[in-house]
Each structure stands twice: as structure tokens, then as C-alpha cells.
């Protein structure tokens, strides 16, 4: 009896180490998991919110551009028309204003160049070429982090856009400039 009843409590301590391996084993994954997870939407959070900033900068720059077009373009225009008493001060006068346009709308275009959406993926953590790089992006989405380059073409965008649409003023007002002859030139 004393040989089964020793067996006994062998089989049981060494299920019961078993249990306290696997119990352990399965807490370390856990906490893994959960510390891994919890990375991610840190730094998913953190993507987000340099996103929201780029999209008020941009919301910015649009409401500049709009101010253009609605203040600046129809006096830029204005200005360009000839008129039969202009002399050279009033030439001059009228060039400056333009140029003083053009600054804006060059001013514009910087402030739309700072806002990258290379920023976006950079608060993620995230390396800027990520989303040219085949490996990279598809190690970006098995984390779970495809989205950050979903924000980042978002970002691309909008910011193309806003661009082109400000390079097509500083056209126009070049071609503004160019069309104000100086008196002399008139003759």
C-alpha cells in the first residue's frame, strides 16, 4: 500500500507541475499577446492623432487657397486689365501687387510641402519607405498597421491636390504679370 500510495502522489505532483508549466506557458503568451496588441494600438493612436494634425493643416491651407480665389484672384485680374491712363509708378504699383500674390500663393506651397505624409508613418514608428517596399508593407499589415499606410495615401492626396491647384494660380498670376506692358511698351 505504501508503494501505490507513493506512486499515487507522484503521478499527481508530476500532473501537477504539468499544470503549473502549461498554466505558466500560457500566461507568458498571454501577456505577450496582450503587450504586443497593446503596442499596436499605441501606436495606431499615435498615427491617428498626426493625422488629425496634418488634416487641419491641410484644412488650413485649404481655407488659404479658398481665400485666394475668392479675395486675391479676382484683384489680381482686375489689375491685369489695361487701361489707357497707366504711367510707369502706376505699372510698377500694380506689378508689386501681383508679385505680393504670387508670395502668398509660393508661401502657400510651402506650408503644404511641410505637411508629409511620411509624418504619419514616422509617429507609427514606422520606417518613411514602408509603403514602397514590398516586404515592408506587408510586414506593416501582418502587425496590423496597414491602415497607417491607408492615412498616409489620405494624407498623399489631399496634399496633391491642394498642390496642383496652387501651382495653377502662380501660373495664372505669372501670366497676369507678364500681360501688365509698361507704358512705352504700349506705344
Known sequence: MSS???SGRISWVSIAAVGAVIVAGAGLYLTTYLQSNHDR????RKAKQKYRHLLSELSECKGILNYIDTELFPRAHELAKPSSETDARDVEAKRRELLGIGEQILRLMEKIDGVAPALVMDAAGMEPWTEH???LKQDAEHKGLGQVLDLAGDIRAIRKSL??????????IDTLKASIKQPADQI
Do not use: P
Open 163 to 172: 498642390i496642383q491647384k496652387a501651382e495653377r494660380r502662380a501660373k495664372t
Open 4 to 6: 501505490s500510495n507513493l
Open 41 to 44: 494600438v499605441q501606436r495606431l
Open 133 to 135: 517596399d514590398v516586404d
